[in-house]
């Protein structure tokens, strides 16, 4: 136990240090407009694959309507400070909790089901949110809600996705955690040993959604419109692929797979003809010479890179 | 609304539902072969359904082929491009976990529809008229010739289809590897090549999906695959997967019901409709309409 809370300090200093120097860099103007954009944009991609994770990853409940919940947080968070002018504080809250118990309402029926019936159940109610909201005017229909002020900063999106990962890490050790963790593994077996599968998936189906909703809030106040065309199940699909390419149960591998394909994307986006043609042969191609991700389930660590070096290390290059 | 004026607005957006239910049907009885045979949701689907239409675009004004010529040369092109497409990106794949291949279906279904950007830019391109537009007033019921053509080709296509798989020994072939793989393969059946053979031809059926759309639309584009490609998995599901006739009744069940709701109610409410058919059918019925229910085994 010692030990764990002593790598938690050492990651939050980590952590810190890492923001100072993001900030210090941002304040000389090293990084520009244009990445400062990006790495706001790879700390909300981080919270909804690391959320996602939760979900895909840990609980092994496949689910492909994620942008969903983004845009339930993106839309109920702008509606709190633009519609009723309360502070952006406020709109995290709610944004949080609304996606939350709208995932909590979706999952209890659809998680009885398993598998690619689950996949298409979950992708198509995120595109039933995204219709909905499409038909309200009050939110600005088809043209989206626009005015959001930008409020959303490296300081709130750093700090919001460092708590999201900590909190999702605990979550994984936590007796909760564990227990989604044997659903992953075997749902009858948990069943058989007295753990309620329902409550679990539930559990986790929520807490994955309201994270994806923390991060919608994080999105529309970021970029001054909440738009219907930018929740499609498109998104969906980026985000999970975020997951799996870093490796599905992993976390540092959700977080790399956040960061390695936001880069890309950044990068590309200067032959945006090329852009997604690029893209999906990266994906194609990753996913062939490796489909179970970059890390599998294991996490990073420094036992990785020694090579040969103890059965964690041959672990993970294993498998093709 | 009187009563005789909304039964004639029934009439009207059933016959339009019946049309574009069997290109739904054409669509969904691909995913649900394959689906059927290597357990894969194939996201690239609707993306052959795209090719098609193009094919079926190059072979009109190109070409200067007629319909039913058009027609074959797209479904030939897009069997090949179907069979190349479970060659490169699927094979490789056959013992990685389900989600891997997932994604590289996602991955190719993004190729195909960016790629075709970039060959034929972003723009709609019309798609010529291969026939005069004839309007027959069956009563107060407007039927024109194209929804008459897509109506008897879906047919057509769905009967040459259902004979291949029940009565051909190739049919056969494909039937025992999605009853049993292993058993087939202990059988002597080449299941790699039964498996190029599905692709092929669900492939065929979706590109001549995409042509009729074509027709029926005046319009193509690149990426008119993403959302019908979606919806005939959810015709394909609502029939049963994996079961043939089932593919057929979901994409014309679809189909009516999204044609009634863009009628009776609002045009946007259409694909939430089909979504929310999606939703009930796996609560209640996750096998489908035809689909048997398979008890859990542990």
């Not at chain 1, 679990?200 to 994080?218: D, E, P, S």
């Not at chain 1, 043609?277 to 036992?303: A, D, N, W």
């Not at chain 2, 005046?218 to 006739?245: C, Q, R, Y």
Request: glycine share 12%; aromatic share 10%; hydrophobic share 55%.
């Amino acid at each position: 136990m010692n030990a764990i809370r002593k790598f938690d300090l050492k990651a939050l200093v980590a952590s810190v240090i890492l923001y100072s120097i993001l900030e210090g860099l941002i304040m000389a103007d090293i990084i520009g407009p244009f990445w400062e954009l990006n790495i706001i944009l790879i700390c909300i991609n981080v919270i909804l694959a690391t959320s996602l994770n939760l979900i895909n990853g840990y609980t092994g409940q496949f689910s492909i309507g994620h942008a969903g919940f983004l845009a339930v947080g993106a839309y109920t968070g702008a509606i709190i400070t633009v519609k009723l002018g309360l502070p952006f504080e406020l709109a995290l809250i709610v944004g949080t909790i609304s996606a939350g118990a709208l995932g909590f309402l979706i999952g209890l029926p659809t998680l009885r089901l398993n598998g690619d019936y689950l996949a298409i159940a979950t992708l198509g109610l995120g595109e039933i949110i995204r219709i909905c909201i499409l038909n309200i005017d009050y939110v600005g229909g088809a043209s989206g809600l626009m005015g959001i002020p930008r409020i959303t900063n490296l300081a709130w999106s750093f700090g919001l996705m460092i708590f999201v990962i900590f909190f999702i890490k605990n979550f994984k050790n936590s007796a909760h955690g564990r227990a989604c963790l044997a659903i992953r593994e075997n749902e009858i077996a948990a069943d058989t040993m007295g753990i309620d599968t329902t409550k679990y998936k539930v559990m986790a189906f929520t807490l994955g959604a309201a994270f994806a909703g923390t991060a919608g809030v994080l999105f529309s106040h970021y970029f001054y419109i909440a738009h219907p065309a930018s929740f499609t199940f498109m998104r969906s699909f980026d985000i999970l692929t975020m997951v799996v390419l870093g490796g599905l149960g992993s976390m540092t591998g959700a977080i790399t797979g956040a960061v390695l394909l936001t880069f890309i994307s950044a990068y590309l986006s200067d032959f945006p003809e090329w852009r997604m043609i690029i893209y999906s042969i990266t994906l194609i191609v990753l996913m062939l010479r490796r489909p179970q991700g970059l890390f599998g389930s294991q996490e990073l660590s420094l036992k990785m890179f020694k090579l040969g070096g103890g059965k964690d290390g041959g672990n993970t290059v294993t498998g093709k | 609304m009187d009563m005789m004026s909304f039964l004639e607005q029934f009439a009207q957006q059933m016959v339009n539902g019946i049309s574009l239910g069997s290109i739904y049907a054409l669509i969904a009885l691909g995913y649900t072969m394959i689906y059927g045979i290597i357990k894969l949701i194939n996201f690239a689907h609707g993306d052959i359904y795209m090719l098609g239409a193009y094919f079926g675009f190059i072979a009109t004004s190109y070409l200067g082929l007629s319909f039913v010529p058009a027609i074959i040369f797209a479904m030939a092109c897009a069997a090949i491009a179907g069979i190349i497409i479970e060659r490169v990106a699927y094979r490789p794949m056959r013992n990685a976990p389900r989600i891997a291949i997932l994604i590289t279906a996602i991955g190719v279904s993004f190729l195909l529809e960016y790629g075709m950007i970039l060959i034929a830019s972003p723009q709609p391109r019309t798609f010529p008229a291969v026939f005069d537009a004839e309007i027959y007033h069956l009563g107060p019921v407007v039927v024109n010739n194209q929804q008459i053509v897509i109506l008897i080709s879906a047919l057509i296509l769905m009967t040459v289809l259902t004979y291949i798989v029940n009565s051909t020994k190739a049919g056969k072939a494909m039937r025992a590897v999605s009853f049993d793989a292993d058993a087939a393969r202990l059988m002597g059946i080449n299941i790699d090549r039964v498996i190029s053979m599905t692709f092929a031809l669900g492939s065929a059926l979706a590109a001549a999906g995409g042509v009729l759309v074509g027709v029926y639309y005046n319009s193509i584009d690149p990426l008119m695959g993403m959302l019908p490609g979606i919806k005939a998995f959810v015709a394909a599901v609502l029939g049963g997967i994996g079961i043939i006739p089932g593919a057929m009744l979901g994409g014309l069940i679809l189909g009516v019901v999204e044609a009634l709701v863009s009628g009776f109610l609002s045009s946007t409410f259409r694909d939430a409709a089909a979504f929310g058919i999606l939703i009930l059918i796996l609560l209640y019925r996750p096998s489908g309409i035809l689909g048997k229910n398979v008890r859990e085994k542990v």
